[in-house]
């Protein structure tokens, strides 16, 4: 189960979402992506999680009541 756009659209994901993970990390005072180890994968996939978090909410649409 993926974002809904395929496998390569969450390919594509996950790598951007990395380097949000980086980001909002650096904006936070801390390293981001360092290297190939444990704490870099884990902030590419916090990265990746709010990204295809947000592409779901805009992929929903509005909500009917």
């Given amino acids: 189960?993926?974002?809904?756009?395929?496998?390569?659209?969450?390919i594509v994901l996950g790598i951007v979402g990395a380097g949000l993970g980086?980001?909002?990390m650096g904006l936070a005072?801390?390293?981001g992506?360092?290297?190939?180890n444990l704490y870099s994968i884990v902030v590419a996939i916090i990265g990746a999680i709010i990204l295809i978090a947000i592409s779901r909410a805009f992929r929903r649409g509005?909500?009917?009541?």
Avoid: N
């Fill in 1 to 10: 189960m993926g974002s809904g756009g395929g496998l390569g659209w969450d």
């Fill in 22 to 24: 980086s980001m909002i």
């Fill in 62 to 65: 509005p909500r009917e009541v």
């Fill in 29 to 31: 005072g801390q390293p």
């Fill in 33 to 36: 992506v360092t290297g190939f």
